[in-house]
């Protein structure tokens, strides 16, 4: 295989919501190039990119494919995405890495939810795109209803350059007005017959030729000059005219194809070679230290590590794009972010399961390596002795979440390694030990992306899993203060223990400070300010620490003692076991003994004392609260609301944003559990949330005391 200069490179991500057709697509592209000699299916579980054993168990794509193609002496490298929500870590993954979209849109369904959240990242990461309508041999094809579609949602950017002449089952041939020509097929599809646009379809035709000729002009002065002047423009300076408006993100080229057939996928290809912007078309991306790194085949030669997986018979493999120089095989490099060296002792182009072995790649391109020692996925390798750094691809927030365990007590090391492996696939799951709720949580983006995992772990690794509704990491807290003493003493031959402390506990709030007299029962209690430390909590919250010892009545030497009685009840506090958080502690006297008194005796005392005054201080128990964000049809609003009045959601707000309705609420983490599950059900897949911490807010008092009796009966049970 021929050295690609950077100017013959391009990268392109093909996205689509699930069943738009790109897997198919990528197998009629693959086919004819060339790199495969047969086109393989879906069905038949025989394609190239979806090769793993849980994609045929489930049939549609979990994790980006890495592919490539030489076309019209260019090399496109694309990277299929999976359409699913639960999958969107492999498309952003692949988006950072890419400088063009290739959006799928499925002729019988035009903008679905998917397609609106994909190009929301797609927006946010600024890169150009392009529609291809797929599927127009489908029963319910309308490709005038598709096209309006994106017209409603993205504008007066959406130009088509190709209509079809007929769509449905019988669907054979198109117009094409970037050339003015009509393509026709075989039923087998492949090259097609290019001909003169028949009498009945040349005004509609010229219409929209013009339409995309004044696009094209648009975006260059001199070109918008030239039209003036000469009222059209050639074909070069339309390609031209489109590639900027693709480059600033103001045209959205709509085509159309039917990648079952091979129907339109040729003259889609020649698109891609002669318009789509090359590696240097597109702004330079920044390091972490902010210096912009030129995609410059002298420079030094920079690795960014953006996918690893393993593989059967082979292993480990790291996907990677040369950001700036040339990498050859052989070279030895630095892994900036681990600090250690790894050598490339064997690098390929690829194209799914299939690997070309390659010499050298250069900046800009696309390749794989195999076994380096220490290097995983977000790490940048570097030549000689430069620290250079990516971090640009940004995950979003999970959805879902379990906690995971081994059926097999003896198999919990190895899955935490498996899991851990996992997390540097598919970065979007994450697993973290809860010391809190001591549970193992995996967090996700749905039920489907966690039940994928605990196929692969079972299938795979071999190791029976099992989920379980993970904990809720409640809060408590206090209302009012409240004070106790209690005296700590034990006597069992020799030095015994004693230790008796006398505190005042009260809610902590900003700005507000200790007073100088409380009253309790109508007796008075001075308080004289010794010593005072504030505490951030790990958890959320703060602590106050109050010494107001006088007279000597404990001595200062088991004052550290009181403070990790405090800390302890603080860890575990009295109502559930839950963090308590936002509580003042005034110590204000006590006793001790000359001979038995010790730290562990002050300890015990504070933590008896400081129970007892947390119960009598009004105590509250705080859940976390998430704000969630929703976009659902229309028809299915009242739906969704009925859904989130039933789990206690409080309704911020409703918009509408390109014939969607966006509802903001505020929802319990605990209502949370299966509401990806629950929504899915409810809009029938056409609806999507997002989710992110809110804070923490006080239960309704039946429910506290609900989890007060789970508390207490699960203590008894222990007893």
Partial sequence: MKTYQTDQIKNISMVGSSGSGKTTLAESMLFESGIIKRRGSVEAQNTVSDYFPVEHEYGYSVFPTVLHVEWLGKKLNFIDCPGADDFVGGM????GVTDTALMLINAAQGVEVGTQNQFRQIEKMKKPCIFVINQLDSDKADFELSLQSLKDNYGGKVVPIQFPINQGPQFNALIDVLLMKMYKWKPEGGVPEISEIPAEYKDKAAEMHNALVEAAAEH?????DKYFENGSLSEDEMRMGIRKGLVSQDILPVFCVCAGKDMGVRRLMEFLGNVVPFVSDMPSPAATDGTVVNPDAKAA????IFKTSVEPHIGEISYFKVMSGTVKKGDDLFNATRNTKERISQMYCVAGQNRIEVEELLAGDIGATVKLKNTRTANTLNAGSSEMQFDFVKYPDWKYRRAVKAVNQADDAKLGEILNRMHEEDPTWRVEYSKELKQTILYGMGEFHLRTLKWRVENNDKIAIQYDEPKIPYRETITK???????????SGGAGQFGEVHLIIEPLVEGVPAKDVYK?????FKISIRDKQ???LDWGGKVEFINSIVGGAIDARFIPAILKGVMDCMEQGPLTGSYARDVRVIVYDGKMHPVDSNEISFRLATRHAFSEAFRNA???VMEPIYDVQIVVPSGRMGDVMADLQSRRAIIMGMESEKGMEKLSARVPLKEMGNYSTSLSSATGGRASF????????LVPGDVQEQLLKEYAASHTEED
């Fill in 618 to 620: 009004g105590p509250k």
């Fill in 534 to 536: 504030e505490y951030s």
């Fill in 301 to 304: 030669t920079s690795l960014y």
């Fill in 481 to 491: 203060a409240a004070r106790a003493d209690y005296r700590h003493k034990k006597q």
């Fill in 690 to 697: 997002s989710m992110s911490m809110s804070g923490y807010e």
């Fill in 220 to 224: 260059d002065e001199g070109l918008m």
């Fill in 520 to 524: 309790f029962n109508g007796q008075e």
């Fill in 92 to 95: 952003i993954t692949s988006l």
